[in-house]
């Protein structure tokens, strides 16, 4: 029927249902479960009562004659066979009908190649990893700062907070005075962003997503963490719109959540900063010269060097700390 959902389609940053333009019957599949196809690649052709819908591009399928060659086998054990340099149709198929199966390719592949489990590229990771590659070249450094947490664990246990809200809109207050944190490089100029939008960076089933919380600088804690909550929700369950996915100008990550106390966090794409906030806990910190055992963390800050110097990132990181540390700065927080 016209807008039936006729199949999901996974992307890097969600998973979007695609119902179907015409009422009709599919009379043509243009990829399996499980296939990757190109943007603007056709899916489904429908014959519809005018006639037939828009046919699959010249070349776009096989041959009779090519096809009528290879065993049957799934997308996934195609791509298997692939991986190990295995022609199919040297491949003797014991599934239903002769056809091809996993086993069947463990078996035929030379060496201990069965006691191997492959793990086909998720669309999330393919991003990730062309992501890492894009800024493997930039000259990025990582300096780190303690941050005795008293002050952050007090306020945060009165508004019932977690400590994301907090660092993400002190950040924010941190970037109107230290403007080149929230900033990008071109070969032109170095491109200063007006507004703060922050990428923060969601472990999911399908691996990292970095929703962004638009404007944190004009936002108040309550909302800022209701943010944080809605985007890590959709992220979660794939549900992202493509505009909360989009336009970050600075990255946080909360290593912490999964107990690391620090780390050397990637740059993302276009961003001169990435700021990891580190496991909150006990540690002897050194108090009017006094050893105390006090709440503290790591936050740690990967720059492009091209955009920052290391003393621009000390003095930036000092007022983060500052902010972060004074009972009096975060009460001046906006609610």
């Not at 014959?47 to 776009?60: I, L, N, W």
């Not at 962003?193 to 399908?206: K, P």
Request: net charge negative; charged share 20%.
């Amino acid at each position: 029927e016209l807008n039936q959902p006729f199949v999901e389609v996974e992307t890097a940053k969600a998973t979007v249902e695609i119902p179907a333009p015409y009422p009709g019957r599919v009379v043509r599949l243009h990829g399996a479960a499980g296939a990757t196809l190109s943007v603007g690649a056709p899916l489904v052709t429908f014959e519809v009562e005018t006639g037939a819908g828009a046919a699959a591009p010249s070349g776009a399928a096989p041959r009779p004659d090519e096809t009528a060659t290879l065993p049957a086998a799934s997308p996934a054990v195609r791509r298997l066979a692939k991986e190990r340099g295995l022609e199919l149709a040297s491949i003797e198929g014991t599934g239903p009908g002769g056809r091809v199966t996993r086993e069947d390719v463990d078996r035929a592949a030379p060496g201990d190649a069965g006691d191997v489990e492959p793990v086909p590229h998720t669309p999330v990771r393919r991003a990730i990893a062309r992501n890492l590659e894009e800024v493997a070249g930039i000259p990025q450094v990582t300096t780190f700062r303690t941050l005795d947490c008293t002050a952050l664990e007090e306020i945060r246990a009165e508004l019932d907070l977690s400590p994301l809200p907090l660092f993400v809109r002190a950040l924010a207050e941190t970037c109107a005075g230290h403007p080149d944190l929230n900033a990008s490089w071109s070969e032109d100029a170095i491109l200063r962003h007006r507004s703060v939008h922050v990428g923060i960076a969601t472990e999911t089933e399908r691996g990292l997503v970095v929703p962004v919380l638009r404007d944190a600088a004009s936002r108040g804690l309550s909302e800022i963490a209701a943010e944080i909550s809605r985007l890590a929700e959709a992220a979660r369950s794939g549900s992202l719109d493509p505009s909360d996915s989009a336009g970050a100008t600075i990255t946080v990550t909360n290593t912490g959540s999964y107990g690391s106390e620090s780390g050397t966090p990637l740059l993302n794409p276009g961003h001169a900063v990435t700021v990891a906030l580190g496991a909150i806990a006990p540690r002897a910190l050194v108090v009017d010269g006094r050893v105390e055992a006090r709440p503290a963390c790591t936050i740690s800050l990967t720059f492009d060097h091209r955009v920052l110097d290391g003393a621009a990132v000390g003095r930036a990181l000092g007022a983060l700390v500052g902010l972060l540390s004074s009972r009096e700065a975060l009460d001046r927080l906006p609610r």
